[in-house]
């Protein structure tokens, strides 16, 4: 935590912009200037994110018996770049299970763990998801694993997998899936238009 603030220190006063700054940078100092700009750094995996940007309209799909045909709803999304491209903002507005819903996410690339990672929170809940995943160029999709509360169960948790599916330049899926009684079950899909 100190290395952390001796940096935002340096990079406050300019004094790891300006050469001719009177704050002398030790070979520390430079080494940790320079590892905090590889960590900030807007590589192609955060290039690649921008396909996501822009208005989608939502069809989405919730299986809550796996054995009836699943309730569907229309919504809308919104997804931008902040902080130069290093991350992507979504503001999702819809309806599950009749009632009005609003959700909120961040997508991006952590250079330093070199994974991709999706955060999730929403109207329905007080919860907080996170997910780590990498991207398949042959079938041009992510895949995230993480795990989520159990509203049945306080305390315990469900394994998650979801999958991102890139169809075209205007139509991309998400389809989530929860490990029940032992078994992957897909208990949701949202099918994305471009508008």
């Keep these: ?9 340096l990079v406050a006063t300019g004094a790891v912009a300006d050469d001719k700054s009177p704050a002398a940078m030790s070979k520390e100092q430079q080494d940790m200037a320079a590892a905090f700009e590889r960590m900030g750094a807007v590589r192609a995996e955060h290039r690649q994110l921008e396909y996501f940007a822009g208005d989608w309209k939502t069809k989405t799909s919730v299986w809550m018996d796996p054995k009836q045909p699943p309730e569907v ?4 999304s919104h997804c931008e770049a902040v902080f ?6 979504t503001r999702a507005e819809g309806q599950m299970m009749g009632q009005p819903f609003s959700g909120r996410g961040v997508t991006g690339f952590d250079n330093l763990s070199g994974q ?6 929403d109207s329905m809940s007080t919860g907080f998801f996170l997910a780590y995943g ?7 999709q ?7 509360d159990d509203p049945m169960a306080p305390k315990t948790k469900i394994p998650v997998r979801a999958v991102v599916r890139i169809v075209d330049a205007s139509h991309h899926a998400f389809d989530w899936y929860e490990e029940r009684g032992g078994k992957e079950v ?8 471009r508008q």
């Excluded at 130069?84 to 903002?89: A, K, N, Q, S, T």
């Design 134 to 140: 990498s991207y398949d160029k042959a079938s041009n």
């Design 186 to 193: 897909k208990t949701m899909q949202i099918e994305y238009t």
């Design 84 to 89: 130069g491209g290093r991350y992507f903002e």
């Design 1 to 9: 935590m100190k290395a952390y603030v001796l940096v935002l220190a």
């Design 73 to 76: 709803s229309e919504g809308t």
């Design 142 to 148: 992510y895949t995230y694993r993480g795990s989520m």
């Design 116 to 121: 991709y990672f999706a955060t999730w929170y």
